[in-house]
């Protein structure tokens, strides 16, 4: 294996960011402390963090798929 340069930073997915913001939004929301809840391994947290991504898969999929849409209205697809 070869070592990683650590001058180089890993690639991440490009909509990571918007992911972990919209996990926090959830979980802000239903009245949690998101870095409290990551910490936990009970299985009421476990719930509320697979619903907080499903949370914020789904609005990815939202706004994709309105991008997809409007570029189709203005003829860029």
Known sequence: MIPRD???PPLEEPQAELERRLITEFLTAAGHDPAALRARTDPEARDLLARASAYAAGRLTEMESRSH?????????
Do not use: A, D
């Open 6 to 8: 650590p001058s180089i």
């Open 69 to 77: 849409y409007v570029k189709r209205l203005r003829g860029q697809e």
